[in-house]
């Protein structure tokens, strides 16, 4: 059963379902018994796929103790039916549902996607308030030889940007300070 107009008479496929018979210039192809389906038809519930179980996955999310349930997928009365099941069987504990927090002592705040910061030393989640290392007092501190470095680095930038720089001609850190080479470059 081709599809198409009479220009156009390659372009689109008519629905398989034998009560639609609808040309859809974009079927959809099950994969579990490879017939042509419109919109509307194209799920396996609606086209009554007979080779839809080793293809249909569902899960259904406790509301209890957000554990996940798979389904085979055919009806909500199925679904119903394994979540009271779920619900009686004595693994369903709402005390699991436990939503993450910061570890900060005293610090109540829940982490979600968009407020969640995971530390570079330490490795840990932490909410936006106790991001940086010093706010959550991270274990795993950088070694004082490469703050002193940085610190140094950074003075001498600065030094470099006032006005005892780059501006004056000869410009250089002052006789009583040894000269050494920084890879900050401010000029």
């Known amino acids: 059963m081709g599809g198409g107009t009479e220009a156009f008479p390659d372009l689109g496929r008519h629905c398989q379902r034998s009560d639609c018979n609808q040309l859809d210039f974009l079927p959809f192809k099950c994969d579990g018994c490879h017939q042509v389906f419109c919109l509307e038809h194209r799920t396996y519930q609606s086209h009554e796929c007979p080779r839809s179980e080793p293809n ?4 259904v999310v406790c509301e209890i103790c957000s554990t996940s349930i798979e389904t085979t997928g055919r009806d909500e009365k199925e679904e119903k039916a394994i979540l009271e099941k779920h619900e009686k069987s004595g693994e369903c ?3 699991k549902k436990k939503k993450p927090v910061c570890p900060v002592r005293r610090c109540k705040q829940v982490l979600t996607f968009s407020n969640t910061s995971t530390c570079k030393t330490c490795q840990l989640n932490f909410c936006l308030k106790h991001r940086f290392p ?3 007092s991270c274990k795993q501190q950088l070694p004082l030889g490469a703050k002193g ?3 140094d680095n950074l003075l001498a930038a600065l ?3 006032s006005d005892g720089g ?3 001609t000869g410009g250089g850190p002052p006789a009583s300070q040894p000269r050494t080479s920084h890879s900050v470059k401010a000029c």
Do not use: I
Not at 56 to 59: F, G, M, Q, W
């Open 93 to 95: 504990d709402s005390s």
């Open 159 to 161: 030094w470099a940007r």
């Open 149 to 151: 470095r940085w610190r």
């Open 134 to 136: 010093t706010e959550h």
């Open 56 to 59: 249909s996955r569902k899960v």
């Open 166 to 168: 780059c501006a004056k």
